[in-house]
């Protein structure tokens, strides 16, 4: 059974770096095609994509966000770590991380596991 | 940067055919996926590869792809279907991208 779970601060100021931290478990991101993925979600609006990480190290950004993103995987303890430095209010949103699609063993760029998203909120 | 278009809001009467559309230029050359999401709650995968539904999805919901546009269509639609729904897919070069959502509203 596959579960994510994001885990972080709820509140953090102007400028500040958030850290944001997917603890998973029903799968190894050192699995040939596995992926994981950080979507974000402000309050009534819609989902953007912001980053994916992969199996082999390979690193993909929003390129609208790729200068302040970084994204990490601990394959030892099963987490993966997204940064996103200088935030503002804008950045106020519900984070989710999720699963790379796996169907019949083949790995797709979908997300078929989600975590239950944390609402990190960005004010002084 | 790759675009997909929703139109913000669709409106049926239950037992009727929803049909929700998603236009971008790469979609005759990559898959597009259907993610429905219902309030306070995490998105759920309704339509994955244009046209296929994952275990557990109802018959109901189907997928289909012309061209640039690929629609998301909710047959017999019921109550519980209402919820925003959106449509997601990637670029050539691994750049994942959202559409901007379509509210489903069930008269």
């Known amino acids: 059974q596959i579960t994510l779970k994001e885990s972080g601060p709820t509140l953090v100021k102007p400028t500040q770096t958030l850290t944001l931290t997917c603890t998973f478990s029903?799968?190894?991101?050192?699995?040939?095609?596995?992926?994981v993925g950080w979507i974000r979600q402000p309050p009534r609006k819609a989902l953007e994509w912001l980053a994916l990480i992969y199996w082999n190290d390979d690193k993909r950004y929003s390129p609208s966000l790729k200068s302040r993103l970084t994204i990490t995987k601990d394959t030892s303890k099963n987490q993966v770590v997204l940064t996103m430095t200088n935030m503002d209010p804008v950045d106020t949103a519900t984070y989710y991380c999720a699963h790379r699609l796996n169907e019949s063993g083949f790995y797709y760029d979908a997300l078929d596991y989600w975590g239950q998203g944390t609402l990190v909120t960005v004010s002084s | 940067s790759y675009e997909l278009t929703q139109p913000p809001s669709v409106s049926v009467s239950p037992g009727q055919t929803a049909r929700i559309t998603c236009s971008g230029d790469?979609?005759?050359?990559?898959?597009a996926y259907w993610y429905q999401q219902k309030p306070g709650q995490a998105p759920v995968l309704v339509i994955c590869?244009?046209?296929e539904r994952p275990s557990g999805i109802p018959e109901r919901f189907s997928g289909s792809s012309s061209g640039t546009t690929v629609t998301l269509t909710i047959s017999g639609v019921q109550a519980e279907d209402e919820a925003d729904y959106y449509c997601q897919s990637a670029d050539s070069s691994g750049i994942w991208v959202f559409g901007g959502g379509t509210k489903l509203t069930v008269l």
């Open positions: 790469a979609l005759p050359k990559q898959y």
């Open positions: 029903g799968f190894s991101l050192s699995t040939s095609g596995v992926g």
């Open positions: 590869k244009d046209s």
